[in-house]
T-cell receptor
Framework: EADIYQTPRYLVIGTGKKITLECSQTMGHDKMYWYQQDPGMELHLIHYSYGVNSTEKGDLSSESTVSRIRTEHFPLTLESARPSHTSQYLC????????????FGQGTRLTVV | TQLLEQSPQFLSIQEGENLTVYCNSSSVFSSLQWYRQEPGEGPVLLVTVVTGGEVKKLKRLTFQFGDARKDSSLHITAAQPGDTGLYLCAGDHSGTYKYIFGTGTRLKVLA
């Protein structure tokens, strides 16, 4: 059973606020990912990490930043939220074996007003 | 540029019908995964295909990986309302740690 957790599940916040979306996994996975997804649409990769102290930007331009200080923790931060950031954010992790699947958290639905 | 293109984008069918969803790329993938996602949840793995030409069956679902490992298909036989959801293919972008998803196929099966 996958053990990956995201908090908060829902967040409504005003424009200009700084927010951090939390993601933790207890599986010891090296690889972690953040995706942005509008309802029923494709997943866009915004950040990924292949280990502690490694982070890379994904294909979707994003004003967010991430950090990977511990294997199990991969938070995403928006310094100044804007209405265009309104979306669902999904965190995932994968083990180091070749061709392994991704395990997802339940997501954070962010609304910026 | 989207590396994994899925078709069709939307599909609405009656219960009992058959359907095929395609996942295509101009790049070679070492493997592809297929996921299904329901509203408000994260995607859940259906299958992994690794070998070119491979066919895998999961009850009424049949998955195939193209011989050149650039494409894959998902065939559902006798679709049921419980099959409704967003179907996604995914794979590692060659030479990187990027794990990318296809454009998605939204399936609705009507009772």
């Amino acid at each position: 059973e996958a053990d990956i957790y995201q908090t908060p599940r829902y967040l409504v916040i005003g424009t200009g606020k700084k927010i951090t979306l939390e993601c933790s996994q207890t599986m010891g996975h090296d690889k972690m990912y953040w995706y942005q997804q509008d309802p029923g649409m494709e997943l866009h990769l915004i950040h990924y990490s292949y280990g502690v102290n490694s982070t890379e930007k994904g294909d979707l331009s994003s004003e967010s930043t991430v950090s990977r200080i511990r294997t199990e923790h991969f938070p995403l931060t928006l310094e100044s939220a804007r209405p265009s950031h309104t979306s669902q954010y999904l965190c995932a992790s994968r083990g180091s074996r070749r061709n392994t699947e991704a395990f997802f958290g339940q997501g954070t639905r962010l609304t910026v007003v | 540029t989207q590396l994994l293109e899925q078709s069709p984008q939307f599909l609405s069918i009656q219960e009992g019908e058959n359907l095929t969803v395609y996942c295509n790329s101009s790049s070679v993938f070492s493997s592809l995964q297929w996921y299904r996602q329901e509203p408000g949840e994260g995607p859940v793995l259906l299958v992994t295909v690794v070998t070119g030409g491979e066919v895998k069956k999961l009850k009424r679902l049949t998955f195939q990986f193209g011989d050149a490992r650039k494409d894959s298909s998902l065939h559902i036989t006798a679709a049921q309302p419980g099959d409704t959801g967003l179907y996604l293919c995914a794979g590692d972008h060659s030479g990187t740690y990027k794990y990318i998803f296809g454009t998605g196929t939204r399936l609705k099966v009507l009772a």
